[in-house]
């Protein structure tokens, strides 16, 4: 064989097994925020949804670690460290803002398909009769909402003129015991497990009865703007679950129970606009976005 038909077949091998290899040899490694308190475990089904992500993507991708950042932060600043230019965690999942998906690269497909934006409230239980007087938008602005420090719904409640206590999140359960404020917003999945935890401490807060509290609320993965191949997988791997089922299958896993035994489609709604939900949120895309029946 002439040297030049060697070197030929040499790099035809080199292609046939470079196509079998995945397009990056180094290990991914993706580092998300480890919460805002010890153990926290409202955002377990992100965490899936991320793993699942990346394990889908492997064959292309190759290996990738993914593990919690070293130390508990208030999400402000989770955020702030995700924009520097040598940032511990290379993304983030929150609420979206115009000046987030300006600031950040973003993946536009709601991790919690919109649920996070329908609110059942922790009361004190004396005042279940107060909260079924509540027809209407008006009528929730006599009551005081407390919530986090900076969170972004935080503004959707002031746009609608009802009062907001803020205070980071480990006290709020303790503060409405306290009466602070009268009643604390929690997202579906959120609701149940925080109960549990809470309820032995604060035997008089419970779960109000029968309102439902509704605003768009889109939520997203984030990345810094110089991680685009690690977005890029993460996006790959999300429309692969989309279309084998196993996106919509966490979802229900983890949220169904809390749907049924909340019983949302048995709650008086109220809607609340959300004059800062982004342009380009893809509300025309039904597949993305839950909708409790006969509501």
Same mark, same amino acid.
């Given at each position: ?60 991708? !190759? ?46 497909? *709601? ?9 059942? #409230? ?25 919530? !986090? ?17 803020? #205070? ?6 303790? @503060?409405?015991? !306290? ?21 032995? #401490? ?27 191949? =690690? ?24 949220? @169904? ?28 895309? *039904?597949? =993305? ?7």
């Amino acid at each position: 064989m002439k040297p030049e038909q060697s070197l030929i077949k040499f790099f035809f091998i080199l292609c046939i097994v470079g196509t079998a290899l995945p397009i990056f040899a180094t290990t991914t490694k993706v580092i998300y925020p480890a919460g805002e308190v010890e153990n926290d475990a409202r955002f377990n089904d992100v965490i899936e949804i991320l793993q699942t992500a990346l394990e889908k993507t492997k064959a292309k991708y !190759g290996a990738f670690e993914c593990g919690p950042s070293d130390s508990i932060a208030p999400k402000k600043r989770s955020i702030e460290e995700l924009a520097r230019d040598h940032h511990n965690v290379n993304i983030i999942w929150n609420p979206t803002s115009e000046e987030l998906e300006k600031k950040f690269s973003v993946i536009r497909i *709601p991790l919690r398909k919109g649920l996070l934006g329908y609110r059942v #409230a922790l009361i004190r239980k004396q005042d279940q009769s107060k909260f079924d007087q509540i027809k209407s938008e008006e009528d929730l602005r006599k009551f005081t909402v407390g919530q !986090g420090i900076d969170w972004f719904d935080n503004s959707i409640y002031q746009a609608h003129h009802i009062n907001v206590v803020q #205070a980071p999140y480990g006290q709020l359960s303790k @503060m409405l015991a !306290g009466e602070r404020f009268d009643f604390f917003p929690r997202g579906v999945g959120e609701i149940l497990g925080e109960y549990e935890r809470f309820r032995i #401490a604060y035997p008089d807060l419970v779960i109000e009865k029968n309102l439902l509290l509704y605003y768009q609320f889109p939520f997203y993965f984030f990345f810094n703007q110089k991680d685009q191949l =690690l977005r890029e997988r993460i996006e790959a791997g999300l429309q692969m679950m989309r279309k084998d089922g196993s996106f919509d299958a966490i979802f229900y896993k983890y949220n @169904m129970p809390a749907i049924e035994k909340l019983n949302l489609k048995g709650r008086r709604l109220i809607k609340l606009s959300n004059p800062f939900v982004p342009t380009m949120t893809p509300t025309d895309d *039904p597949s =993305l976005w839950y909708t409790p029946n006969k509501m």
